[in-house]
């Protein structure tokens, strides 16, 4: 990298860490990426950035950017094993077969990247995505206790109409404009004691 282009690098950090500072998370998180634009294995960018994403809770985000990161290591890693071996092609031919027992290349002498940032870069990655795949297999048995539950309260619903219906059917019809036998009894009887009184009156005049 250029010493113009580290400059600029420089001052993206400090404007991106002073956004941090005052709680201007968007800025930062934009100003983090846009130096990991041009330095796509910027450590301090990347770390930064991976934490304010977890702060904000952007697991999204943040899941798609770990698996960037990890894939521009590997290239950088193999970049840079790739560039000695072309500095030192004889000394990589003697060393190759050490280097497979160690395990450090494969059996085509590509590298085994054994890099502590990409490892602990794997780690989150797949404890990130056990995590969504987690929560996503939670979401998906609440919707269908939902529904379940929904159908159940439904079929219920439509139960107890049915046998409303059923029972309404069935049952003997009362007419409203006959009065029960009692009343008309007692009717009757009210009906005779007031023509009784009214008979008995002339009687008790004339005596």
């Keep these: 990298m250029r010493k113009r282009a580290r400059i600029i690098e420089q001052e993206k950090l400090e404007k ?4 941090e500072l005052a709680a201007d998370f968007p800025q930062a998180i934009k100003t983090y990426r846009s130096v990991l634009s041009g330095n796509p294995v910027h450590l301090k960018a990347a770390s930064r950035l991976l934490i304010l994403l977890r702060k904000t809770k952007d697991s999204s985000s943040e899941l798609k950017l770990l698996k960037a990161l990890i894939r521009a290591q590997k290239e950088h890693l193999e970049t840079v094993h790739q560039n000695w ?3 030192h092609p004889g000394l990589a031919e003697d060393t190759a077969p ?3 027992i160690l395990g450090l290349i494969g059996k085509k002498n590509q590298p085994i990247p ?3 940032i990409l490892n602990k870069w794997q780690a989150r990655l797949l404890a990130l995505e056990k995590r969504l795949n987690a929560k996503g297999a939670k979401a998906r048995v609440k919707s269908r206790l939902k529904k379940s539950t929904a159908a ?5 619903k439509y139960a107890k ?3 409303g219906d059923t029972t309404r059917a069935t049952s003997p019809a009362i007419s409203p404009s006959k009065p ?19 008979a008995a009156k002339p009687l008790i005049k004339k005596r």
Aim: aromatic letters at 2%.
């Design 16 to 19: 991106a860490r002073a956004f």
């Design 85 to 87: 071996i072309t500095k």
């Design 98 to 100: 050490l280097a497979k």
């Design 114 to 116: 054994k890099d502590e």
């Design 152 to 156: 159940l309260k439904q079929k219920s």
């Design 161 to 163: 109409a049915t046998a």
């Design 180 to 198: 029960p036998l009692n009343k008309v009894k007692q009717k009757l009887k009210k009906a005779k004691t007031k023509a009784g009184d009214k």
